[in-house]
């Protein structure tokens, strides 16, 4: 029963991706110069380009990978070499689907597992720092314009609007219709909530 279970969700994926609807989303000559202009020639806008294709053709979940960002050492130029090319495709996405009209139905994160520590490092890096990091979301239900919580002046710990990352994940699953306190069986038969002890921040809805 296990194989053809596996086998039937290898099928469903080959035909996904085979199909006439998968093969057009991926054809990134389709769209006009300008628009391909805008978003930027380099890795980081055609990727984000092509996950606004992904979206339109009804995918429910695009993940978008670009480039690496651990900068233990010379964060200055790793981040000079990334963050532009990377802060042009986002806001090139943002307003495409919103001038589609697909930003109200899709909810758009720029996450990170942690933030990078208050003071250089010996080898001109940051390390890791758990305490206070930023997190970037647009559409799907949130307010636009809002900036939620402060750090201190030196971003060592946060000051206002401490937001919990059971509180961030409930609120997402939230906006994308999945109830975070409800308990999944685990193996064993031991009942474990999607999110614990998490809560929806009002603040950050439409």
Request: aromatic residues 8%; negative net charge.
């Amino acid at each position: 029963d296990d194989i053809s279970a596996m086998d039937t969700f290898y099928q469903r994926a080959y035909e996904l991706l085979g199909s006439p609807e998968a093969r057009a989303a991926f054809d990134l000559e389709a769209e006009p110069a300008p628009l391909r202009d805008e978003y930027g020639r380099n890795p980081a806008g055609q990727r984000f380009l092509m996950a606004r294709r992904l979206v339109e053709a009804g995918v429910r979940l695009v993940t978008v990978h670009y480039g690496g960002w651990d900068h233990h050492a010379n964060i200055k130029d790793g981040l000079a070499n990334q963050l532009p090319a990377f802060d042009q495709a986002f806001a090139a996405l943002v307003r495409d689907l919103d001038a589609r009209g697909l930003l109200d139905s899709t909810l758009v994160l720029v996450t990170t597992e942690f933030g990078r520590t208050p003071k250089v490092n010996p080898t001109a890096g940051r390390d890791h720092w758990p305490k206070v990091f930023s997190v970037v979301m647009a559409g799907g239900g949130l307010k636009r314009g809002y900036v939620h919580g402060a750090s201190d002046a030196t971003a060592t710990e946060p000051q206002d609007g401490l937001l919990t990352i059971e509180d961030w994940a409930t609120t997402v699953y939230h906006l994308i219709g999945i109830v975070a306190d409800k308990e999944l069986v685990a193996p064993g038969d031991r009942p474990i909530e999607i999110v614990k002890d998490g809560n929806v921040v009002r603040e950050l809805l439409d």
